[in-house]
C-alpha cells in the first residue's frame, strides 16, 4: 500500500510549464528589482509624455482626482500584490502583456465609452502599462515554452494550440463570453449605475443600441488576451497520471479536503488557479481605477461596475478550460 503523502497530490499556485530564470542577478534580489523598475517606468513614462508636451490637450487629466496618502499607500501596495502575485506565480512577459489588457481595458473601456475619451489617449495609457509591467519581467525571465510552440514542438498538445484555427476560434469564444456578460449587465443595472454612481459620464447612449455582436469588436482584445494568458498555458501542460485512493481510515482531515477540494488534473488546476488570478486582479484593479482614482465615482458604483468585469474573467477561465486539450 502506497504511503499517504505519496497517495496525495501536490498543492500549488502554480501548474504551468514554468519560463527559465535568464538574469544571473541573485534570485533574492530580482523580485525587488521587478518592483523598482516597473514603478520607475510607470512614473517616468507619463512624466515622459508631458515634458514633450504629449498630452498637452489631455481629456483625461481633469477627470483624476488629487489622491490622498493614504489612496497612494493603497494603490502602492496594490500594484506590489499584482507584481508578487506575477513574478511568483511564474509568469512571463507574454502573461503580463495579457494579464494587463485584461485587468486595464475594463477602466479605459468606461473611459472611451462612457466618457468620451479620445482614443488616442486611451492607446498611450494602455501602452504604458504594457511596457511598465512586461519589460522588467522580459528583462529577467525567459518566455514559458507555452509562448514558444514553434521551437518547442515536443510539448504536449503543441500541435492543437498552435493550430490556426484554434488560434482563431478560442480568442472569438472567449470575446463572446465577455460580450454577452457587458450586454446582460447593461439590461440588468449598468445603465442605471452608470448615470446614478458615475456623475461625470458624459453620455450612456452608446450602452442602449448596443447587441452582443455589436461588442464583440471591442470585446476581441480581451478574448485574444484570455486565449495567451489562460487556454495556451494550460493546454501544453503534460498531463499526469491517474492519482492513487486515499484511504480514508489513515489521512487526516487536511489530507482528506486536498484530496477531494484540489483533486484536479494539472492542467484543470492551471485552468482554476489563472482564472482566479484573472478575477481578482481585474476586479481589484477596476475597482481602484475607478473609485480611488476617478472624481466622484461612488463605491458602490465601481463595485458593481467591477463585478461585471469579474464575472466575464470567471465565466470565460470556465469556457476555454472545457475547450482545452484533455
Known amino acids: 500500500m502506497p504511503s499517504r503523502t505519496k497517495a496525495l497530490p501536490k498543492v500549488g499556485i502554480s501548474h504551468d510549464v514554468a519560463p527559465v530564470r535568464i538574469s544571473k542577478i541573485p534570485s533574492q534580489l530580482q523580485f525587488p528589482l521587478v ?22 490637450n489631455s481629456q483625461l487629466r481633469p477627470l483624476l482626482k488629487n489622491v490622498d496618502n493614504v489612496e497612494t499607500g493603497a494603490l502602492l501596495a496594490w500594484r506590489i500584490f499584482v507584481l508578487g502575485v506575477e513574478w511568483f506565480g511564474n509568469y512571463d512577459s507574454m502573461d503580463i502583456l495579457a494579464l494587463t489588457v485584461l485587468s486595464r481595458g475594463p477602466p479605459l473601456y468606461l473611459l ?21 509591467n512586461s519589460l522588467p519581467f522580459a528583462l529577467l525571465r525567459q518566455l ?19 493550430d490556426y484555427y484554434i488560434q482563431g476560434i478560442t480568442p472569438i469564444l472567449g470575446a463572446s463570453v465577455y460580450s454577452v456578460t457587458l450586454y446582460s449587465s447593461f439590461l440588468a443595472f449598468l445603465r442605471t449605475s452608470l448615470v446614478t454612481h458615475f456623475p461625470n459620464v458624459v453620455s450612456i447612449a452608446s450602452a442602449y443600441p448596443v447587441t452582443p455582436m455589436q ?15 489562460i487556454f495556451t498555458p494550460a493546454s501544453v501542460i503534460a498531463p499526469t497520471i491517474p492519482r492513487a485512493t486515499l484511504d480514508p481510515a489513515k489521512a487526516t482531515l487536511s489530507e482528506t479536503f486536498w484530496y477531494n477540494a484540489w483533486g484536479f488534473s494539472a492542467r484543470t488546476k492551471a485552468v482554476i488557479a489563472r482564472t482566479f488570478t484573472l478575477m481578482v486582479v481585474t476586479g481589484g484593479n477596476t475597482f481602484l481605477e475607478t473609485f480611488v482614482r476617478m472624481e466622484g465615482v461612488e463605491a458602490v458604483g465601481a463595485a ?3 463585478a461585471v468585469w469579474v464575472a ?3 465565466l470565460t477561465g470556465v469556457m476555454l478550460g472545457l475547450v482545452s486539450p484533455s
Open 35 to 56: 518592483v523598482l523598475l516597473s514603478l520607475a517606468l510607470s512614473t517616468a513614462l507619463p512624466e515622459l509624455a508631458r515634458s514633450v508636451n504629449l498630452d498637452s
Open 112 to 132: 472611451s465609452t462612457f466618457y468620451q475619451i479620445h482614443a488616442t489617449e486611451i492607446l498611450t495609457s494602455l501602452a504604458f502599462d504594457l511596457l511598465a
Open 144 to 162: 514559458s515554452p507555452a509562448h514558444e510552440l514553434q521551437a518547442s514542438p515536443e510539448l504536449p498538445n503543441g500541435d492543437i494550440v498552435s
Open 215 to 229: 461588442l464583440l469588436p471591442t470585446t476581441l482584445p480581451f478574448g485574444v488576451a484570455a486565449k495567451i494568458f
Open 304 to 306: 458593481g461596475y467591477s
Open 312 to 314: 466575464a474573467a470567471g
